[in-house]
Nanobody, 120 residues
Framework: QVQLVESGGGLVQPGGSLRLSCAAS????????MGWYRQAPGEQREEVAR???????NYADSVKDRFTISKNNAQNTIYLQMNSLKHEDTGIYYC??????????????WGQGTQVTVSS
């Protein structure tokens, strides 16, 4: 089983920056997808950024050139650097990791979410 724990959310003023972290633990052999998603109040969860195992990244149009997804393999941690934050970036941010365990089974795990509030 693979567990994910997010951190780094909080209150920030418009134009500010935050870096979200997602620490993964468990019997991870490999991943084929890692991503960040967010859910604003009253809205459906949407994908914000993703990275595949070949290093290719993809971003929602609303966050392109402002957000960056990255990873630290040694620490099994996924990051989302968020710059030039806007009010509409407010929401609960979730990380996701999908891949294969050491035992050969597939996993598709989500974190519990971290709140990001952009407000003056």
């Amino acid at each position: 089983q693979v567990q994910l724990v997010e951190s780094g959310g909080g209150l920030v003023q418009p134009g500010g920056s935050l870096r979200l972290s997602c620490a993964a633990s468990g019997s991870i052999l490999s991943f084929n997808l890692m991503g960040w998603y967010r859910q604003a109040p009253g809205e459906q969860r949407e994908e914000v950024a993703r990275m595949t195992s070949d290093g290719a990244t993809n971003y929602a149009d609303s966050v392109k050139d402002r957000f960056t997804i990255s990873k630290n393999n040694a620490q099994n941690t996924i990051y989302l650097q968020m710059n030039s934050l806007k009010h509409e970036d407010t929401g609960i941010y979730y990380c996701r990791l999908r891949g294969t365990t050491v035992g050969g089974s597939r996993y598709d795990s989500w974190g519990q979410g971290t709140q990001v509030t952009v407000s003056s």
